[in-house]
Nanobody
Framework: QVQLVESGGGLVHPGGSLRLSCVAS????????MMWYRQAPGKQRELVAS?????????IHLDSVRGRFTISRDNAKSTVYLQMNSLKPEDTASYYC????????WGRGIEVTVSS
C-alpha cells in the first residue's frame, strides 16, 4: 500500500526556515518522480517543486519561491525534502507530497504558517 507521510511543518516567523520531509512506503521510491504541492486557504492547489527519479533533477515550478525553496531526495531513506528559506506570510499553506504510480497518490498534508 502506497503511503506518503509529511512532517516538519509548523509556525515560523517571516524570514525563517523550515524543512519538510515526506517519507514514502509501499513502492520502489527510487523509480518515481516526487512532487511537492501547496494549497493556501481559499486557493487552488499548486505545484511547488518536483524532482526526477533518475538523477534526482530538481525543478522549482513557482516563480514566487524560486531561489528560496529547494527540493531534494534521499532514495536510501525513501524521503523527499522541501527546504524552505526566507519564508514569507504568503507561503502559508498546507503542503502535500505527491507521486504518480499508475495514478496519483497524496500525503495527508502538513500545515505551514508564516506569521509574526
Amino acid at each position: 500500500q502506497v503511503q506518503l507521510v509529511e512532517s516538519g511543518g509548523g509556525l515560523v516567523h517571516p524570514g525563517g526556515s523550515l524543512r519538510l520531509s515526506c517519507v514514502a512506503s509501499g513502492f520502489d521510491f527510487s523509480l518515481y518522480a516526487m512532487m511537492w504541492y501547496r494549497q493556501a486557504p481559499g486557493k487552488q492547489r499548486e505545484l511547488v517543486a518536483s524532482i526526477t527519479n533518475i538523477g534526482g533533477m530538481p525543478t522549482i515550478h513557482l516563480d514566487s519561491v524560486r531561489g528560496r525553496f529547494t527540493i531534494s531526495r534521499d532514495n536510501a531513506k525513501s524521503t523527499v525534502y522541501l527546504q524552505m528559506n526566507s519564508l514569507k506570510p504568503e507561503d502559508t499553506a498546507s503542503y502535500y507530497c505527491n507521486t504518480y504510480i499508475t495514478r496519483e497518490y497524496w500525503g495527508r498534508g502538513i500545515e505551514v504558517t508564516v506569521s509574526s
